[in-house]
């Protein structure tokens, strides 16, 4: 690909493919900052892409977050997603883009899927309500591709990877995901040489995490090779309990103190596993383990936090 845009480039998943693609000659990586580019604004959008003109864009902006954003800014979850998949996809359609990679998320599929959750299993039954908001806006974007790929004849692809994490996840306790949350707190209990801590719900849910640099390959492959809609599940194939990977973060942190788990907090769906033998069927393998991953991403929270000198300033 000779161009591509990376809307949001400065999160976790757009990051990893701006690393991705540093080293791709011949491959022009746009980006365009959220401070310059709001893109809830239709024309500013359109204006964008008329002015750049990319070949493929990767859809990688969004507003995403665990249980407790979801739960607190439901309005919006899901206005913001709605409005950027919205703009960016008709923006895309409009100005030509061959390629468009949008990103729904394993809480599309329904609160009591089957496992594995394979692509026939969406709309079959009722979202998880604690994330149904964002859930819905993802849904509403991949819909929207289907219906431009089957209306207008574009190469839209959705994909739906597992839980990410790596450099660049966001460690705030209120806004982030489950892993840099369990990260954080265990860290904190260390440093504050605490003997227990205490993390939200049962710590019986089961989920798949993905290192974001491996999602970054596999979001290449998709953009340069995949040639239906999809959309494409992309998960790590290592699954664990929410409590077996509190019991990794505590490894990684070298934390030796009690973890007790707070039963009054939401838990979330019981499991999320996806099927991925389509991504596996193109020759896509994840690289990172998840222990090595957690290392990788743990040196990372504790140089931003080096860097800044600031508790608490890593997002
Ligand atoms: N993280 C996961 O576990 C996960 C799992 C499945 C799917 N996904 C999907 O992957 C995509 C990327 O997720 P992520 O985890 O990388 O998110 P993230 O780290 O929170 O990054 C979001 C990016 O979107 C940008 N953005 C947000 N609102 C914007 C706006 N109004 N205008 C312009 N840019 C805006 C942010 O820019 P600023 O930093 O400047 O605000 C940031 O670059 C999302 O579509 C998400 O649904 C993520």
Redesign the pocket.
């Known amino acids: 690909m000779r161009s591509l845009y990376i809307?949001?480039?400065?999160?976790?998943?757009?990051s990893a493919m701006v690393r991705h693609l540093s080293d791709r000659a011949g491959c022009r990586v746009i980006t365009a900052?959220?401070?310059q580019?709001?893109?809830?604004d239709s024309r500013a959008v359109q204006a964008f892409l008329e002015r750049e003109r990319p070949e493929g864009v990767m859809?990688?902006?969004?507003?995403?977050g665990g249980i407790s954003a979801n739960m607190r800014r439901p309005a919006e979850f899901l206005y913001?997603n709605l409005m950027?998949e919205a703009n960016v996809i008709h923006a895309s359609w409009k100005t030509g883009v061959q390629r468009l990679l949008n990103?729904?998320?394993?809480c599309v599929y329904p609160k009591d899927c089957p496992q594995p959750m394979r692509p026939e299993h969406l709309m079959a039954g009722k979202m998880e309500p604690t994330s149904e908001p964002y859930a819905l806006a993802?849904l509403a974007g991949m819909r929207l591709c289907d219906a431009y790929n089957r209306q207008y004849g574009t190469r839209f692809v959705n994909a739906i990877?597992?839980?990410?994490?790596g450099p660049?996840d966001?460690f705030d306790l209120q806004e982030g995901?489950v892993l840099s949350a369990l990260l954080r707190r265990v860290h904190e209990a260390k440093e504050a040489g605490k003997t227990t801590v205490t993390l939200w719900g049962t710590g019986n849910p089961r989920r798949e995490f993905i290192y974001a640099d491996d999602l970054a390959e596999a979001c290449e492959l998709l953009l340069d090779r995949y040639a239906d809609a999809g959309p494409v599940n992309i998960g790590a194939g290592e699954i664990c309990s929410i409590g077996q990977l509190a019991e990794r973060c505590a490894e990684v942190v070298g934390y030796c103190g009690r973890i007790e788990w707070d039963r009054s907090r939401p838990d979330g769906a019981p499991e999320k596993r996806l099927d991925s033998s389509e991504i596996r069927s193109l020759g896509w393998m994840p690289k990172v383990g998840l222990k090595e991953g957690l290392q990788r991403t743990y040196r990372w929270f504790q140089k931003q936090r080096t860097d800044s000198g600031v508790l608490g300033s890593v997002r």
Do not use: E, Q
């Not at 859809?59 to 995403?64: D, K, N």
């Open positions: 809307a949001g480039h400065t999160g976790l998943v757009g900052a959220s401070s580019l709001d893109l809830r859809l990688a902006a969004g507003l995403v913001d950027i990103f729904g998320s394993g993802k990877p597992c839980t990410v994490y660049g966001n995901h």
